[in-house]
């Protein structure tokens, strides 16, 4: 885990949002929310897998086809 910090400015009333809707849970303090919360976007990012439309798809395909990879 990372040792390092650095300071991340938010408007105070969000901080004192998700301040009272981490009261009474397991998480100890609203930088440790923000950490997990963004943690889990990021991982949730590099897990999309790259999707082409038809279009790009169809070049994909064109091309493969004139390099002898397809028929």
Do not use: H
């Amino acid at each position: 885990m990372d040792k390092e910090f650095t300071t991340v400015t938010i408007p105070t009333s969000l901080y004192k949002k998700i301040e009272e809707s981490i009261q009474g849970t397991e998480t100890a303090s609203v930088s440790s929310f923000i950490v997990n919360r963004l943690r889990e976007a990021l991982s949730k990012d590099e897990a999309k897998p790259e999707v082409f439309n038809a279009e790009e798809e169809e070049k994909v395909k064109e091309r493969l086809k004139a390099l002898g990879y397809i028929d």
